[in-house]
C-alpha cells in the first residue's frame, strides 16, 4: 500500500562561493512565515466574522484548519525531504503557502477562507522539516551548526511574539485580509533565493518507501475528528452527522495504527514505541498544544468581542506573555540541570495551570489590567517556557541517533494536533456554557462564563499533565562542560523538537 519511489537525491547544498548565511537566513525567515501565521490571524478573527458573517465554529477552523494539516502532514513532509531532496519540498512548501495566502486574503466567504487556510497548511508542513534539514545538512562544522540552529530556535519564539504584534497593527490600520496578503512578498522572495542559491547533490542508496496511506488516514482523521466535536455545539452530540464524523475519525485512526504496524516504512518507527518516555513525553506535549493554542483563541475573543479592545490594544496586551515564554525557555536551560526534566515538567505544569484558574475569574465588566489579563498571563508564560525544553528532553531520551529525527518531528505533531483538537473541543464546550447561560445572564456575562469554563478546562488539563509526569522515568539531562554548552544544546534541543 506504500509509494515506491526512486533513489532520492541528498539533501540540497549552497551554490559555490555562497556564504552559509544565506541557507540559514532562507530557512529562519520560511520558519518565521510558519509560525507568524499560527498566531497572526487570531486577533483578526473578531473583523473576520464582521466582514464575512462567520459562526463562532467558522472562526475556531481558520485556526484549526491549518494546525490540522500542519500538524497531520509533517511527518510525510520530513520523510519526503529524505527521499525527494529538501530543495523541491522546500520550493513545493513555498508555492503552496504563498499561494493560499493569496487566496485566503481575496477570500469572499467563510468557506474560501477555511479552505485557504487547510492548504496553507500544507505548504507549512513541507517548510518547517526541511528549513531545519537545509541548516542540519549545510553546515559541517559542529560549532557553525550550533550557532546556526540557536538561530533558528530564536526564530520560533520571535515570530510568536510578532504575530501578536502584527495582527494587531495590521487588522486595525489597514484589514484583515493583510494578516494573509503579508506572506506573499517574503514567499516570492525566498522562492525566488531558495531556487538560486540552493543546488541538489547526488547519492547512491537504495529504494524507498513512503508511507502515503498513514499520512492521509492520519491527517483526513484529525480533521473529520475536528469538525464533529465543532459541530457537536450547533446540533447536539447525539445528531447524525456528529456521530458519523466521529465514527469516521475513528476507523481513520485505527487505519493509521494498522498502518503504521504492517508498513515497512511507518512514519513512525516502531522501535519509538518501547520507550515509555517518549511515549508519556508526547502525551504531555499534546496537552500542552491544547493549552497553548485555546488560550490564545480564548484570550483574543476576550478582549475584542466581550471587551471592546481594538485588535492593535489587544495585541499589545498579548505581547508579554511570549516575551515571557522566551525568558522561561533561558531559564529552564538552567533549572533542567538542577531538578530533571521529569520535576520541571510538573512544576511548569501546574505554574501554568495556576495561570489558567486565575484567567478564569476574568470579568464580563472592563478588567483590571495588571489583576485579571497581565498578571494571569505572565504566569501562564512563565510555566509554558518552563515545559518546553523539559518535554523536549524527556521526549527525544533514549533515542537511537537514525530515529531522532522521526522523535523530534513527532514531538511537533503531538503539540499540533493537540492544538487543533483541543481547541475544538474547547470551542465546543464553551459555546454550550454561553448558550446555557443566555437565560440567567445578559448576552456579554454569557460570552464570558464561556470563555471562564474553557480557562479552567485548561488548568484541569495542564494538573493532568503534572500527574502524568509523576510516572515518568527519572532521566537526566545531559550536562556539558561549560554554560556556554549548556545554552547550545538546550537551543539545539528545542530546534529539532520544532522539526
Same mark, same amino acid.
Given at each position: ?161 510578532? +504575530? ?71 446540533? +447536539? ?70 471587551? +471592546? ?191
Amino acid at each position: 500500500m506504500s509509494a515506491s519511489l526512486e533513489p532520492p537525491p541528498t539533501p540540497a547544498v549552497l551554490r559555490p562561493n555562497l556564504p552559509l548565511g544565506v541557507v540559514v537566513a532562507i530557512s529562519c525567515v520560511a520558519l518565521f512565515m510558519v509560525v507568524l501565521d499560527t498566531t497572526i490571524v487570531t486577533l483578526a478573527l473578531p473583523q473576520m466574522h464582521d466582514a464575512l458573517d462567520m459562526s463562532v465554529s467558522q472562526q475556531q477552523w481558520v485556526v484549526t484548519g491549518y494546525l490540522v494539516t500542519l500538524g497531520g502532514l509533517l511527518l510525510l513532509a520530513a520523510r519526503a525531504g529524505d527521499l525527494f531532496g529538501h530543495k523541491p519540498v522546500f520550493l513545493f512548501g513555498m508555492i503552496v503557502f504563498t499561494a493560499a495566502s493569496l487566496t485566503g486574503g481575496l477570500a469572499t466567504d467563510p468557506t474560501m477562507l477555511i479552505v485557504s487556510r487547510f492548504i496553507q497548511g500544507v505548504g507549512a508542513a513541507a517548510l518547517t522539516p526541511t528549513s531545519l534539514s537545509l541548516i542540519t545538512t549545510s553546515h559541517t562544522d559542529e560549532t557553525q551548526r550550533q550557532r546556526a540552529l540557536a538561530l533558528w530556535s530564536i526564530t520560533i519564539a520571535f515570530a510568536g511574539t510578532a +504575530g501578536v504584534l502584527l495582527g494587531g497593527v495590521l487588522t486595525s490600520e489597514l484589514s484583515w485580509r493583510w494578516v494573509l496578503f503579508i506572506n506573499i512578498p517574503p514567499g516570492i522572495a525566498l522562492f525566488a533565493a531558495a531556487l538560486w542559491c540552493l543546488l541538489p547533490a547526488r547519492v547512491d542508496t537504495k529504494p524507498v518507501r513512503l508511507d502515503l496511506p498513514g499520512s492521509l488516514c492520519v491527517t483526513l482523521g484529525i480533521g473529520v475528528l475536528s469538525y464533529g466535536l465543532s459541530q457537536a455545539s450547533a446540533d +447536539g452530540w447525539g445528531s447524525s452527522n456528529v456521530l458519523i464524523a466521529l465514527g469516521a475519525a475513528a476507523v481513520l485512526i485505527a487505519g493509521f495504527v494498522a498502518v503504521q504496524l504492517t508498513s515497512s516504512q511507518p512514519l513512525i518507527p516502531r522501535a519509538l514505541l518501547r520507550l515509555r518516555s517518549l511515549l508519556l513525553g508526547n502525551l504531555i506535549m499534546l496537552m500542552l498544544g491544547v493549552v497553548l493554542n485555546a488560550s490564545f483563541f480564548f484570550i483574543s475573543l476576550y478582549l475584542q468581542q466581550a471587551i +471592546g479592545y481594538s485588535a492593535l490594544r489587544a495585541g499589545m496586551a498579548m505581547v508579554p506573555v511570549t516575551l515571557v515564554v522566551i525568558v522561561g525557555g533561558f531559564v529552564s536551560r538552567k533549572l533542567v540541570l538542577v531538578l530533571g526534566p521529569r520535576n520541571l515538567i510538573i512544576m511548569g505544569g501546574l505554574v501554568v495551570a495556576a495561570g489558567m484558574a486565575w484567567l478564569a475569574a476574568v470579568p464580563a465588566r472592563p478588567p483590571v489590567f495588571l489583576a485579571h489579563i497581565l498578571g494571569p498571563t505572565l504566569i501562564v508564560g512563565i510555566g509554558l517556557g518552563f515545559l518546553l525544553l523539559s518535554i523536549t528532553l524527556t521526549g527525544t531520551s533514549g533515542v537511537d541517533p537514525e530515529n531522532a529525527g522521526a522523535a523530534s518531528g513527532l514531538l511537533n505533531t503531538s503539540r499540533q494536533v493537540g492544538g487543533a483538537v483541543g481547541l475544538a473541543v474547547l470551542t465546543t464546550i464553551a459555546a454550550t456554557a454561553t448558550t446555557d447561560a443566555l437565560g440567567d445572564s445578559d448576552p456579554v456575562e454569557a460570552l464570558v462564563h464561556g470563555y471562564r469554563v474553557a480557562f479552567l478546562i485548561c488548568a484541569g488539563v495542564m494538573v493532568v499533565a503534572s500527574l502524568i509526569a509523576l510516572t515518568l522515568p527519572n532521566i537526566k539531562a545531559p550536562r556539558p562542560e561549560t554554560e556556554a554548552e549548556a545554552g547550545e544544546v538546550g537551543e539545539e534541543r528545542s530546534a529539532n523538537a520544532a522539526s
